[in-house]
């Protein structure tokens, strides 16, 4: 399944939405798929709560945080390389 991606302005795999955020799920899935099955649901049985309330509880983080925790990532992958 593909979807429209707001935030990325392009067409993404569900795959990509499930596991964007290390292996957790995007925080704006549940607003995105909701027209195409029962994502809430589908989240219940595949995360647990301690992973759902990282996902979805709290403020969500600016595009600056984003930013720098994609180039922290960058610079992991460049270590281990």
């Given at each position: ?22 292996g ?11 027209d ?10 595949k ?14 983080k ?20």
């Open positions: 399944m593909e979807i429209y991606c707001i935030q990325m302005g392009s067409i993404i795999e569900f795959s990509y939405c499930m596991s964007v955020n290390d957790l799920p995007c925080r704006n899935m549940v607003g995105c798929w909701q195409r099955f029962h994502i809430e649901r589908f989240l219940e049985l995360f647990n709560e301690e992973e759902l309330k990282k996902v979805f509880g709290g403020l969500p600016n595009k600056l945080q984003r930013i720098a925790e994609y180039l922290n990532r960058i610079k992991q992958l460049d270590k281990e390389v």
